[in-house]
């Protein structure tokens, strides 16, 4: 069993650092049920670090599940009113918002994706203030992942129970950089480095990116003027840092939807709602996902691509060193929260505003008419290799390489 002192630092860091919770602050914990050891020590944490309240959300995707599949149709184009006042009042107040979960995998089969869509449509829609994007708002929010015997057992299927929850709290705590003598400290130095570099990329003002590799890859992805790179955390409107997800290795911006060309293969598979889509690539023109093939799951690759009329457009392209910790472990996690920080990768759908100068408080017709993407969705797959190359090509055609053989190159190094 993983010492309760460790798993306290975990929840302390996860309260302190992922929501930089302050005192007098509230906080609403939503977590699933088969993660209540945990949750009681996020709660100790946040008590101890000076809550005015603590409010905790259960679920359980087995419970969401069998809603998902009896309920009718209408039941899913609202939210329920105490949801809705749970949530908008949360944000109203400037709450903490800790999401604790143990992987999103599994436990879905059966349910239409559609339904799944429209519920999130929904609480978009319903409840803004708490939908608002990253960056926005007076909220702090940070989402992580919590070692569950059902997630344990997806990673690790050959260990008996306890062995493989152990194990997989092991990975987790070391790639959350959670298991030091200090953790807030290893935060202040990891985010230091993305200081650094996003500093160093913004200030390129790249006109495209270009991915190379020996599977196949060699996709260019067009970046707008005044586009930014982002990574670790993120200021509220009033100037709190916060990390939306702990772990984080990536940097990203999102890119010009309509001039990404060429053609990318997957690195890693990508776990979507409890199936698996393996070995797929994709050919995009103009911006547009034109074409597509998987060995295994390309029904699930074209629900995704085919969601709405934008997400065939790509939200966010990311860059991820093989020697992030997450890399190195070479473990498939079966959650995009972890597996996203193992590789670069793109992502189809929604894009993060703020990763454009002025873009921010766009609506979504304007952001479309910038060239930034909006979708219901927003879906990340890997597509970084040990040997990918990544270069940076500036307005004039000049060559820089982001890149070599999956690693910084020296400038960003
Ligand atoms: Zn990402
Ligand atoms: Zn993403």
Redesign the pocket.
Known sequence: MIEKERLYKYAKLLVGTGCSFQPGQEILISAQVDCAPFVRLAVEAAWELGAKDVTVQWSDPEIDRQRLIHGADELFETIPAWEKTMLETAAEKGAAVLRLGGGMFGGMEGVDPKRLTAKQKATRRECPKYSAGLGKGKSTRCGCGIATPAWAKKVFPDLPEEEAVDKLWEAILKVARADGPDPAQAWADHTENFRRRTTRLTEKQFDAVRYTASNGTDLTVGLLPGHCWWGGGIENEEGVYYYPNIPTE?I?TSPDRTRTEGVVHSSLPLSHRGSLIEDFWIRFENGRAVEWDAKSGKEQLSHIIETDENSCYL??A?LVPKSSPISQMGLLFYS?LFD?NAAC?L?LGRCYPFCVAGASDMKEEELLAHKLNVSAT???FMIGTADMNVTGIMKDGTEVPIFVNGDWAEEFA
């Open positions: 990536e990203f939200g966010e990311a995009v996203e990768h992502a927003h879906c990340d």
